[in-house]
């Protein structure tokens, strides 16, 4: 294994040309109030995951430096959202919803041409591969097009006028005011982008900070924000979150919160609001999804999406399977298929061929995890897969822990990584007190055959989780299925549709059904008196 890890790390000339970084990216551009400002203060280091090997030795690659912007910029940025939005008077949220999608269809259009740019910083900044950089970006531009179809549907549906109990009436919906955006590390863009695009299409106003990693990417997009929205409808501010998030929280001038991260993270910011009831918040937290393997299973299939639902992007996903429950009649044909199929993912480069293993972006990440491994040793595990835990630099091989009791930390703690924490079974109510007795309500994904079986499962999770999955991974997509969770783990609920809603209320106007109102109404409609009150749509 030493071997394998002493080739993981490469040396500057057999980096391909098309994915180099030749030279350090010093970004001081920050965009407030539609206008590009330069940071003449201190910058924060990007420190990839890739380590360059030179001489016998291996050096950290710096890709480049943000603007380490205070308090004093991010209320800058927020000022200019207020006025933009202006008591919901502004032009934005005043703005025909034709109009608002046709500034997004010109964004997109400006976003397209920066592909190469964005996939090529993904694979440098969190380390993720080529495939999936290239099916982060173009998922992404899939989801803003199937978000202008979809409130192009929602339009069309609220263009009626409603008659019910003596009344008549139009109900639309409607901004919520000045939001702030932010995404996480493991999918810098597309879930950043699944808050920040519905809270714009719908009239908000945004002040968004990048992730901590993952931060150089949204460079490129700069100047494509910039020019195709009003000013002060989107500003983008940098630093570190207590001397910028932390003040704009305070004001109480934020009305929606959406934040992608920790349980821990989201109340420490919802605490700092003084009027916590007028705060909308849409929150993607902590999740610890359990596969449960039942002794009935397909276990070549359970394998396949076990393997790629634990260890797909090394693990960083808040849908991975972070814990797996399998029956001991079929345990030792379950790890032996399993750590075999370990055995064949390709450790490398996010550029290479073929890899799927790559180093992780986190500053303590390896540490952590050996950590974790550590303790599981303390409590009676071990690793049992070949050259499960070797590290080097930033670079994790997969350890595959067992047996997991509840003594240990991976037996409750997110580990957000690839370690593979498996618990042995007999009996399915230990399974089944493991879901409803977790802090986290995410994903569970079933495996067996037996409908009967897994119907009782069933019915023993949908009031603890927002999604259970039959013989396949935990997972977000499609982006049209609801995606959310209960307890530690979500707040609010999002999708192609739901996301709509959720930066949004119905708001209606309403009048009794008398002759006099009827050609009130019909004349402000005739005559196209109001925004609000229309019945035109769009095809």
């Keep these: 294994m030493s071997q394998i890890l002493a080739n993981v790390f490469p040396e500057e000339d057999v980096i391909p040309d098309a994915y180099k970084i030749s030279e350090t990216i010093e970004q001081r551009e920050y965009l407030i109030n539609g206008e590009m400002k330069t940071w003449a203060g201190s910058l924060n280091p990007v420190l990839s995951p890739v380590f360059i090997k030179e001489n016998g030795s291996y050096k950290q690659k710096i890709i480049g430096s943000t603007p380490l912007l205070t308090s004093t910029e991010a209320l800058e940025a927020l000022d200019a959202a207020v006025k933009a939005y202006d008591l919901g008077q502004g032009l934005w949220p005043t703005m025909s919803v034709t109009e608002r999608i046709e500034h997004v269809e010109k964004f997109l259009a400006a976003m397209r041409e920066q592909r190469t740019a964005v996939v090529k910083l993904l694979m440098w900044e969190i380390g993720k591969t080529l495939k999936d950089s290239e099916k982060e970006f173009d998922r992404t531009c899939d989801y803003i097009v199937d978000t202008i179809k979809a409130y192009k549907d929602l339009d069309r549906n609220s263009a009626k006028l409603i008659e019910e109990q003596g009344f008549m009436a139009q109900i639309r919906r409607v901004p919520l005011g ?85 349980n821990k993270g989201a109340n420490d910011l919802k605490r700092l609001h003084p009027k916590p009831h007028r705060l909308k918040s849409i929150l993607g937290l902590d999740a610890k999804n359990p596969a449960i393997v039942l002794h009935d299973a397909d276990i070549d299939n359970a394998v396949s999406e076990c393997i790629t639902g634990s260890l797909s992007f090394n693990g960083q996903r808040c849908t991975a399977l972070k814990i797996l429950f399998v029956h001991r009649s079929i345990l030792d044909s379950f790890l032996e ?24 972006p986190e500053p303590g990440k390896v540490e952590y995890l050996r950590e974790l491994v550590e303790d599981a040793k303390k409590h009676g595990a071990t690793v049992i897969n070949e050259n499960g835990g070797e590290s080097m630099n930033s670079f994790f091989y997969p350890a595959v822990v067992y047996p997991v009791n509840s003594k240990m930390r991976l037996y409750s703690e997110e580990q957000f990584g690839p370690v593979v924490p498996i618990v042995p079974f007999d ?11 977790s802090n986290y309500g ?40 609801p995606f959310n969770g209960r307890k530690d783990s979500a707040e609010g609920t999002l999708s192609i549709a739901d996301a709509l809603r959720v930066f949004s209320m119905r708001t209606l106007v309403a009048t009794k059904n008398t002759d006099s109102n009827k050609q009130i109404i019909s004349n402000i409609i005739r005559n196209r008196e109001s925004a609000f009150l229309s019945t035109d749509y769009i095809f």
Excluded: H
Excluded at 184 to 195: A, D, R, S
Excluded at 427 to 437: H, T
């Design 442 to 481: 995410q994903q569970v994904s079933i495996f067996g055959t037996d409908s009967r079986n897994i119907a009782k499962f069933i019915d023993a999770f949908v009031n603890q989780l927002g999604r259970i999955n039959i013989n396949a991974q935990s997972q977000r997509g499609p982006d049209t299925f």
């Design 178 to 262: 000045v939001s702030l955006c932010m995404g996480p590390y493991n999918y810098p863009l597309n879930e950043t982008f699944t808050t920040l695009i519905p809270a714009l299409i719908m009239g908000n106003t945004v002040v968004f900070k990048p992730a901590k990693f993952g931060v150089l990417l949204i460079r490129p997009l700069i100047e494509a924000f910039r020019d195709n929205f009003p000013p002060g409808v989107i500003n983008i501010i940098y630093g570190r979150g207590r001397e910028t998030v932390g003040a704009l929280m305070e004001t109480g001038k934020i009305d929606v919160f959406a934040f992608i991260g920790t």
């Design 337 to 360: 298929k399993f750590n075999a199929a370990i055995k064949k993912l390709k450790p490398g480069m996010p550029w290479d061929n073929g890899a799927s293993l790559t180093p992780l």
């Design 427 to 437: 009996d399915d109510d230990e399974a089944i007190d493991y879901v409803i007795n």
